[in-house]
């Protein structure tokens, strides 16, 4: 069976801090796993994806992550926060019907001036 | 880009009307999803369908069903909508292979009084 668990429903950073949402999840198959973004009133955009090649995977808007097998993590992270990354974050891994995805409960991250 | 169109972003209805929910994609996706998202509950999955009339139950499929008719239409409906359904409905599509990832539309709010 796969599920995520997704530490922190609310993280707050000040803008140009270290960004850092944590996902571990549980999988019975070699995991796929993905972080979406989701801005007000809109639906899930793909930040990144791990598919078993690099364990450290960059994305979009200077997101990036790291697949430790050892820990069963996939962080994400950011070095510097900026405003326009205020949005909930949802991790999220394949399942193994149908290429499923199975969601953690989402982090809201506030970024502070 | 991949286009997922969900026809109606906010509906209102009263108890016991049936609603229709309407998900549209361009991308020739044999894969289509209905999930709910609730604030502190993530996403959860209500149903999904691999190929046209086809469907599988997801994790909350009660008080809802599914209609396939068309490869590129996907469709929810709530035969008698209650007050605890009030929930963001989000369509996503995925295609065979590939590394999976899901496709969201913008997402349908409704509202039961």
């Known amino acids: 069976a796969q599920s995520v668990t997704q530490l922190g429903s609310h993280v707050s950073v000040s803008e140009g801090a270290l960004v850092l949402l944590r996902c571990n999840y549980s999988s019975s198959v070699p995991p796929y796993l993905f972080w979406y973004v989701q801005y007000p009133n809109q639906g899930l955009q793909l930040l990144l994806k791990y598919t078993s090649a690099a364990t450290l995977v960059k994305g979009i808007n200077g997101f990036e992550a790291e697949f430790k097998k050892s820990e069963t993590s996939f962080h994400l992270t950011k070095p510097s926060a900026h405003m326009s990354d205020a949005a909930e974050y949802f991790c999220a891994v394949r399942g193994s019907t149908l290429g499923r995805l199975y969601f953690g409960r989402g982090t809201q991250l506030t970024v502070w001036p | 880009d991949v286009k997922v169109t969900q026809s109606s972003r906010y509906l209102v209805k009263r108890t016991g009307e049936k609603v229709f929910l309407e998900c549209v994609q361009d991308?020739?996706?044999?894969?289509m999803f209905w999930y709910r998202q609730d604030p502190g509950l993530g996403l959860r999955l209500i149903y999904f369908?691999?190929?046209?009339?086809?469907?599988e139950k997801g994790d909350i499929p009660e008080g809802y069903s599914v209609s396939r008719e068309k490869k590129e239409r996907f469709s929810l409906i709530l035969e008698s909508a209650s007050t605890n359904q009030t929930s963001m409905y989000l369509c996503?599509?995925?295609?065979?292979?590939?590394?999976?990832?899901?496709?969201f539309g913008e997402g349908s709010r409704l509202t039961v009084l």
């Open positions: 996503a599509t995925k295609g065979t292979g590939g590394t999976g990832e899901l496709f």
């Open positions: 991308m020739d996706h044999e894969n």
């Open positions: 369908s691999y190929d046209v009339k086809m469907k």
